[in-house]
Nanobody, 126 residues
Framework: QLQFVESGGGLVQPGGSLRLSCVAS????????IAWFRQAPGKEREGVSC????????KYADSVKGRFTISRDNADYTVFLQMNSLKPEDTATYYC???????????????????WGQGTQVTVSS
């Protein structure tokens, strides 16, 4: 059974940092492009970042460029999202998702992704 489990969310003050993790089980992670999406209450789901199978290609939404870094460790079946200089507008539930097709669309489209985690909550507030 294919499964993602996200972790690392929490409450952080503006300007702070968090590192989200997404652990895969039941499938070979390196067969998939992986993306992070987020959804704030009352808003549409937004693509945040995407990484290719080997990590050689990464893409970011303009809203997070220069602040967030996506990476992966296929040997540990894990994808990370390092989030620095967090802002209140980054508050959302963050999801990882897997795409078997070899591309990161611009902007990221959630309908391209086949498998999703349950999400982890990130709250940026003083």
């Amino acid at each position: 059974q294919l499964q993602f489990v996200e972790s690392g969310g929490g409450l952080v003050q503006p300007g702070g940092s968090l590192r989200l993790s997404c652990v895969a089980s039941g499938f070979a992670l390196d067969d998939y492009y992986i993306a992070w999406f987020r959804q704030a209450p009352g808003k549409e789901r937004e693509g945040v970042s995407c990484i290719s199978r080997t990590g050689g290609i990464t893409k970011y939404a303009d809203s997070v460029k220069g602040r967030f870094t996506i990476s992966r460790d296929n040997a540990d079946y894990t994808v990370f999202l390092q989030m620095n200089s967090l802002k209140p507008e980054d508050t959302a539930t963050y999801y990882c998702a897997a795409n078997r097709l070899p591309f990161c669309s611009d902007p990221l489209n959630d309908f391209d992704y086949d498998y999703w985690g349950q999400g982890t909550q990130v709250t940026v507030s003083s």
